[in-house]
T-cell receptor, first 109, second 114 residues
Framework: GEDVEQSLFLSVREGDSSVINCTYTDSSSTYLYWYKQEPGAGLQLLTYIFSNMDMKQDQRLTVLLNKKDKHLSLRIADTQTGDSAIYFCADNYGQNFVFGPGTRLSVLP | DADVTQTPRNRITKTGKRIMLECSQTKGHDRMYWYRQDPGLGLRLIYYSFDVKDINKGEISDGYSVSRQAQAKFSLSLESAIPNQTALYFC?????????????FGQGTRLTVV
C-alpha cells in the first residue's frame, strides 16, 4: 500500500522560514495535500497541489513537488507563533486519503 | 455550526465496555471516514463509506464496527473496548468527485480506555 513519511519535529525562530518535507510512494496520486492541526482541533486543509504541477504559491505558503523523487515540501515564509501546529502531508491513494505521521512545528520567539 | 460534528468530544470508558462514537455532517457529502490518530503514527483509516449502502474496512478495522444510518450519519463502535484503543478519533467527509480535492474533519473524540 501507499506510504507517506515525514520528519516528526521541526523548530524554527519567529520570522524565519520553515520547510517541512514529505516523501510518498504512490506515483499515481492525483493530488497531494498539506493539512494543519492546531491543538484540540481537527485537521484543516492548508493547501494542495495537483500532480502535474511543480510549484504552488499561496501568500506565505510555497509547495514544491518533485514527482521524480516523490518528494513534497511546504515552505512557510516569515513563520509566526500562530503557525505552531502539526502539519500532515497526505495524498489521495485510490479513492482514499493516506496521511503521513505529521510534523510538529514549534516556533520559538 | 460545524460542518462535521462528533459526539462525544471526550470519553473515558472501562475495558470490555461497548462504546459508540457518532458523527454527523451537513456538507451533503456521500463519502465518510473514520480515522484514529496516535502520536508519531499520523491518521490511520479504520472504516470508510462511499454511500449509505457501501461500507469498507480500512487498514485497522479489527475491534471496530460502523453503521451508516443515513447520508449524514456515520457511527463507529468499539464492541469490547481495550486499552490500546485509547486514541483520538476523527470523522471526515469528502465530495465524491473523480478526484477528491479535500477531506473535511470533525473536531475529534478523545477516547481513553482504562
Amino acid at each position: 500500500g501507499e506510504d507517506v513519511e515525514q520528519s516528526l519535529f521541526l523548530s524554527v525562530r519567529e520570522g524565519d522560514s520553515s520547510v517541512i518535507n514529505c516523501t510518498y510512494t504512490d506515483s499515481s496520486s492525483t493530488y497531494l495535500y498539506w493539512y494543519k492541526q492546531e491543538p484540540g482541533a481537527g485537521l484543516q486543509l492548508l493547501t494542495y497541489i495537483f500532480s502535474n504541477m511543480d510549484m504552488k504559491q499561496d501568500q506565505r505558503l510555497t509547495v514544491l513537488l518533485n514527482k521524480k523523487d516523490k518528494h513534497l515540501s511546504l515552505r512557510i515564509a516569515d513563520t509566526q507563533t500562530g503557525d505552531s501546529a502539526i502539519y500532515f502531508c497526505a495524498d489521495n491513494y485510490g479513492q482514499n486519503f493516506v496521511f503521513g505521521p505529521g510534523t510538529r512545528l514549534s516556533v520559538l520567539p | 455550526d460545524a460542518d462535521v460534528t462528533q459526539t462525544p468530544r471526550n470519553r473515558i470508558t472501562k475495558t470490555g465496555k461497548r462504546i459508540m462514537l457518532e458523527c454527523s455532517q451537513t456538507k451533503g457529502h456521500d463519502r465518510m471516514y473514520w480515522y484514529r490518530q496516535d502520536p508519531g503514527l499520523g491518521l490511520r483509516l479504520i472504516y470508510y463509506s462511499f454511500d449509505v449502502k457501501d461500507i469498507n474496512k480500512g487498514e485497522i478495522s479489527d475491534g471496530y464496527s460502523v453503521s451508516r444510518q443515513a447520508q449524514a450519519k456515520f457511527s463507529l463502535s468499539l464492541e469490547s473496548a481495550i486499552p490500546n484503543q485509547t486514541a483520538l478519533y476523527f470523522c471526515a467527509t469528502s465530495d465524491p468527485s473523480p478526484d477528491t480535492t479535500e477531506a473535511f474533519f470533525g473536531q475529534g473524540t478523545r477516547l481513553t480506555v482504562v
